[in-house]
């Protein structure tokens, strides 16, 4: 199984300035069609999971521009510029190269 | 207004059998695949599988193929999720998707005699 391995940040992060998630694969996501295959998600408290980022750059429907996704075949960031309250939550990676698609524990974000 | 409404979810005793359901509106659930997802209390995602839109191919985490199901009824558009010989690890939050784009409230599973 690919395994996904993300970063912690130095919660709280003050309100208006910038946050990055780091996301690491154990297998390159990069496929040869070009595309990457890794999408990410926002959990805020007591909701389900929304998609923020798929193909690691593309923002998903009605997601704000202040969120950004980058990276290299294992290596990604998420970043989220000038947070905000509504950017509480748990961050997750997941690839979906191949089955099983497997996600990485999390990352919380709290803002101060 | 894609939606996603799971139920079936609740307290069964280790090694029973329970089937979650997963109603789809808003959207045509025959053109899309779909997929089961499980976060337990622990906050862990994990992937449970997925199914072809028309039925006709399953995928499955290889921790759980022996036991877990996932079916689909496309004229009633709904999604289902037959859970055997359950165990208290077991115990999680479901959640039916639409591929990433679109997920359930989630349906709670305990586990526990």
């Known amino acids: 199984d690919i395994v996904m391995t993300q970063g912690a940040l130095p919660n709280p992060v003050p309100s208006g300035e910038s946050a990055s998630i780091t996301c690491q694969s154990s297998?390159?996501?990069?496929?040869?069609?070009?595309?990457?295959?890794l999408n990410w998600y926002l959990q805020r408290p007591g909701q389900s999971p929304q998609l923020l980022i798929y193909?690691?750059?593309t923002r998903a429907s009605g997601v704000s521009d202040r969120f950004s996704g980058s990276g290299s075949g294992t290596d990604f960031t998420l970043k989220i510029s000038s947070v905000e309250a509504e950017d509480v939550g748990v961050y997750y990676c997941?690839?979906?190269?191949?089955?099983?698609?497997?996600f990485g524990s999390g990352t919380k974000l709290e803002i101060k | 207004e894609v939606q996603l409404v799971e139920s079936g979810g609740g307290l069964v005793q280790p090694g029973a059998s329970l089937k979650l359901s997963c109603v789809a509106s808003?959207?045509?659930?025959?053109?899309?695949?779909m997929s089961w997802v499980r976060q337990t209390p622990g906050k862990t995602m994990e992937w449970i599988g997925d199914?072809?839109?028309?039925?006709?191919?399953?995928n499955y985490a290889p921790s759980l193929k022996n036991r877990f199901t996932i079916s689909r009824d496309n004229a009633k558009s709904t999604l289902y999720l037959q859970m055997s010989n359950v165990r208290s690890e077991d115990t999680a939050t479901y959640y039916c998707?639409?591929?990433?784009?679109?997920w359930g409230q989630g349906a709670s599973v305990t586990v526990s005699s």
């Open positions: 808003g959207f045509t659930f025959s053109d899309y695949w």
């Open positions: 199914i072809k839109y028309d039925g006709s191919y399953t």
């Open positions: 297998k390159s996501l990069l496929h040869s069609n070009g595309k990457t295959y």
């Open positions: 997941q690839q979906f190269l191949e089955y099983p698609l497997t």
């Open positions: 193909w690691m750059s």
């Open positions: 998707t639409r591929a990433a784009d679109a």
